[in-house]
T-cell receptor, first 109, second 113 residues
Framework: QQQVKQSPQSLIVQKGGISIINCAYENTAFDYFPWYQQFPGKGPALLIAIRPDVSEKKEGRFTISFNKSAKQFSLHIMDSQPGDSATYFCAAGREQLSFGAGTTVTVRA | KAGVTQTPRYLIKTRGQQVTLSCSPISGHRSVSWYQQTPGQGLQFLFEYFSETQRNKGNFPGRFSGRQFSNSRSEMNVSTLELGDSALYLC????????????FGQGTRLTVV
């Protein structure tokens, strides 16, 4: 049973545009929501994380929006750059992390 | 400071064999978690070790096992390999557990033929 559903599977954005990735979770006990970035041949790297007592968190060009009542959270990548082209995973958990299926982002120059 | 080191990077095994993968965490990190990554199932949690004790376990058969040594290095073992075990196996280390920032290694690519 997939506990975290992520969409879209892939997206293409022009340089300078905004990339938006959405995730939904089912388990209301989850209290930690990180996003990871993975480049080919590398392990995932923590990008940004949020806890449910906060509705938004921003770090540079990356912003997480969190809607506890809807059990949804999203990642916004502002001013997307070619170097942002990677696969992004959302995750959620309490005792262990459940990951979304991943979104491949391609930023066209 | 050195990152998470996984060895070997690539492995080819025959169905029915067993395999042991190794993970050396970042110095000072006491938690090591293991994940299986496949195109079909994505990233799935295998287990977490903290101070030599298994703290959490995912939904994998008993053929998958692990251990952690006193220096926090961890090993993962898969017995009686099946074709479906072909995957990228990732380990992640963190200071206190997965709620603190976890750093992933580059993974071990296991191919079962």
């Amino acid at each position: 049973q997939q506990q975290v559903k992520q969409s879209p599977q892939s997206l293409i954005v022009q340089k300078g545009g905004i990339s938006i990735i959405n995730c939904a979770y089912e388990n209301t006990a989850f209290d930690y929501f990180p996003w990871y970035q993975q480049f080919p041949g590398k392990g995932p790297a923590l990008l940004i994380a949020i806890r449910p007592d906060v509705s938004e968190k921003k770090e540079g060009r990356f912003t997480i929006s969190f809607n506890k009542s809807a059990k949804q959270f999203s990642l916004h990548i502002m001013d997307s750059q070619p170097g942002d082209s990677a696969t992004y995973f959302c995750a959620a958990g309490r005792e262990q992390l459940s990951f979304g299926a991943g979104t491949t982002v391609t930023v066209r120059a | 400071k050195a990152g998470v080191t996984q060895t070997p990077r690539y492995l080819i095994k025959t169905r029915g064999q067993q395999v042991t993968l190794s993970c050396s965490p970042i110095s000072g990190h006491r938690s090591v978690s293991w994940y299986q990554q496949t195109p079909g199932q994505g990233l799935q949690f295998l287990f977490e070790y903290f101070s030599e004790t298994q703290r959490n376990k995912g939904n994998f058969p008993g053929r998958f096992s692990g251990r952690q040594f006193s220096n926090s290095r961890s090993e993962m073992n898969v017995s009686t390999l099946e074709l479906g075990d072909s995957a990228l196996y990732l380990c992640a280390s963190s200071l206190q557990g997965w709620r603190t920032e976890a750093f992933f290694g580059q993974g071990t690519r296991l191919t079962v033929v």
